[in-house]
């Protein structure tokens, strides 16, 4: 081989690689550019990209089959743990928080909801997961009616006498129950017969849920008669009260004609019903 013809091989070598590395080192800015907060690479004019996905309604979500990817999702970020729930809300102007325990039950929840719905407000449910299980339909209908679906644990226990594993359970199963049928995991938390100890505070701070208790017992499920249960809610009102009332349990006839009654009178009185939020985190 001629000296002449080795360096001119050497040459054709070194300028080949000295291609590569220039490749690799341009992919590699691009790679750091994307993900160090630089301007990202843009994309050719004209060239495709992968379709806008809208944002699916509530219905819409509830026909899609739910895809695995390990244990249900709770809120990331562990909440504050409490050491008493929360027995009013932080809402503006002469607004109150109207709550129903215990369902949904087809005999009186459709009604509640009804009547709700004309009167265009909003309220809190705290259902129980079996009950929810076993009627979807009522649970879909208060999410996509804009309704607060809170947490009222599985098969309604006192808390109290139970050991963490089983309140865990309890809470757990009704939050992917309640995600199952509204697409959204639960951000609120109620003890049946307002029974909290620390195991609850503790588990529902790590499920992303705050305990929320009431101000005003309209004592329905006593069947006091409805004009009694009205009068309760009268007496109590105020900005922020939270009143506590049942769609479930027992005949709840009476909750129902009371909330005919006196939603309106509240409504003239100049109270505003609304629901507390919570931001996603």
């Not at 341009?26 to 630089?38: E, H, N, P, Q, V």
């Not at 495709?48 to 990817?69: D, N």
Request: glycine fraction near 12%.
């Amino acid at each position: 081989m001629t000296k002449d013809h080795f360096l001119t091989r050497r040459r054709a070598l070194l300028g080949g690689a000295a291609t590569a590395a220039a490749a690799v080192a341009a992919g590699a800015a691009g790679l750091i550019g994307a993900g160090s907060g630089g301007a990202p690479a843009r994309t050719a004019v004209g060239a495709p990209g992968p379709p806008v996905r809208r944002p699916m309604k509530p219905s819409a979500y509830r026909l899609q089959p739910l895809t695995g990817h390990g244990a249900p999702r709770a809120a990331p970020g562990r909440l504050p743990v409490r050491t008493e729930p929360l027995l009013s809300v932080a809402v503006p102007g002469r607004s109150m928080v109207l709550t129903f325990d215990d369902g949904p039950d087809p005999a009186y929840t459709p009604d509640i909801l009804d009547t709700l719905a004309a009167y265009d407000v909003p309220a809190m449910f705290f259902v129980c997961g079996e009950m929810a299980a076993e009627h979807p339909g009522l649970l879909e209908r208060m999410a996509d009616e804009g309704h607060v679906v809170a947490n009222h644990t599985w098969s309604h226990p006192l808390l109290t006498q139970l050991g963490r594993g089983r309140i865990h359970s309890e809470m757990e199963r009704t939050c992917e129950t309640i995600e199952q049928g509204c697409g959204e995991w639960p951000r609120w938390f109620r003890a049946p017969y307002g029974a909290w100890n620390r195991a609850a505070f503790q588990l529902g701070a790590e499920l992303g849920m705050e305990p929320l208790a009431w101000t005003v017992d309209t004592l329905d499920w006593t069947e006091p008669g409805a004009g009694t249960i009205v009068a309760r809610v009268h007496e109590g009102a105020g900005p922020g009260v939270v009143v506590l009332s049942h769609d479930a349990g027992g005949d709840r006839s009476q909750s129902v004609v009371a909330l005919r009654d006196y939603l309106p009178q509240l409504l003239d009185s100049g109270y505003h019903i609304t629901v507390p939020r919570r931001k996603h985190v």
